[in-house]
């Protein structure tokens, strides 16, 4: 499976989820969190920033069923799920990654069926340090 592409501001990102957490990067100044990670707030351009822990629950804000051609290892679970997911705790950060059955079920763990835009969900962490999500009421 890919792996994820870390650069310097993003790495602390990989660092925490590898640990079990989730944390978006904020500006030290003005407080407001942005994702992507990177050196400069884009709304008072300061050079400060930290690491906020949230805590894990958003909703669905998108989704989509990977149709072939696929990457080799990724056809072989096919038909699985990419969601993209609204934080509640930071609600103009959005993060892409896969709805499952538990931290560590295969990625076609969930029906496409049962996928619906705006279902609640909740992070989890199944070692690898990628952040995948459950449903909070399946």
Request: charged fraction near 20%; hydrophobic fraction near 35%.
């Amino acid at each position: 499976m890919l792996s994820p592409v870390t650069d310097p501001d993003g790495a602390p990102f990989w660092q925490y989820a590898a640990q079990g957490e989730l944390r978006v990067q904020a500006c030290a100044d003005c407080g407001e969190v942005r994702f992507p990670p990177r050196p400069c707030c884009p709304h008072c351009q300061s050079f400060a920033s930290e690491w906020r822990r949230v805590g894990g629950s958003g909703r669905v804000w998108s989704y989509v069923v990977p149709h072939p051609p696929l990457l080799p290892d990724y056809a072989e679970q096919a038909p699985y799920n990419v969601i993209v997911v609204e934080l509640t705790d930071a609600p103009r950060v959005r993060l892409v990654g896969n709805l499952v059955t538990g931290p560590d079920a295969p990625l076609n763990s969930v029906p496409p069926d049962r996928i619906r835009i705006g279902a609640r969900v909740q992070a989890v962490f199944n070692g690898t340090g990628l952040p995948q999500w459950v449903l909070e009421r399946p």
